[in-house]
């Protein structure tokens, strides 16, 4: 079975851009988590969707955004983009997340160069 | 919150020795914890995960994981290091269907 798939894996924008990034879940997998991973703060939950609805939020600014796609596939937007956002955004799949036994399984990772 | 804490930054180990990646937590209820290795360049790996039952767990790659509940503690184990096993490892629980991260402990292993 495939694994979870991002694009694209390396993205370079300047200041005040925009940016989307694509996920593309485990199949049959429904729910996709974001996270933000940065030398200084670690790894950091973004958001969640199941059913093309976003179930859970993490503490970040409205220029963070995403949706989901009734085949479960998931993109997160990033707009007026700052420097503090360059960092490596991970996507995450769990049959239904509704479980916390679920276990996620992680894509390879969007490195975000924001210069 | 649930929280989790991996006080070691760097780890060092020799080749054929034991390792142990350390990882504390703190939750209220159940704790669900996890582990994960992250290669340069790559997303994370899942290892193993601890629900319920045997203190115990296997995972993959030829590690386990002891929990114990009156430490709080969570520790990685592998009775005998490999080279190919330095990577970054992430502690983390989970908290209604997100994770919570340790900061990571970068292992490595010298022939």
């Known amino acids: 079975k495939a694994g979870v798939t991002q694009t694209p894996r390396y993205l370079i924008k300047t200041r005040g851009q925009q940016v989307t990034l694509s996920c593309s879940p485990i199949s049959g997998h429904r729910s996709v988590s974001w996270y933000q991973q940065t030398p200084g703060q670690g790894l950091q939950f973004l958001f969640e969707y199941f059913s093309e609805t976003q179930r859970n939020k993490g503490n970040f600014p409205g220029r963070f955004s995403g949706r989901q796609f009734s085949n479960s596939r998931s993109e997160m937007n990033v707009s007026t983009l700052e420097l503090g956002d360059s960092a490596l955004y991970l996507c995450?799949?769990?049959?239904?997340?509704?479980?916390?036994?679920?276990?996620?399984?992680f894509g390879p990772g969007t490195r975000l160069t924001v210069l | 919150a649930q929280s989790v804490a991996q006080p070691e930054d760097q780890v060092n180990v020799a080749e054929g020795n034991p390792l142990t990646v350390k990882c504390t937590y703190s939750?209220?209820?159940?704790?669900?914890l996890f582990w994960y290795v992250q290669y340069p360049n790559r997303g994370l790996q899942f290892l193993l995960k601890y629900i319920t039952g045997d203190n115990l767990v296997k995972g993959s790659y030829g590690f386990e994981a002891e929990f114990n509940k009156s430490q709080t503690s969570f520790h990685l184990k592998k009775p005998s290091a490999l080279v190919s096993d330095s990577a970054l490892y992430f502690c983390?629980?989970?908290?209604?269907?997100?994770?919570?991260f340790g900061q990571g402990t970068e292992l490595s292993v010298k022939p």
């Open positions: 995450a799949s769990t049959r239904t997340g509704m479980e916390s036994t679920d276990t996620q399984y």
């Open positions: 939750v209220s209820g159940n704790p669900y």
């Open positions: 983390a629980v989970d908290q209604g269907g997100k994770l919570i």
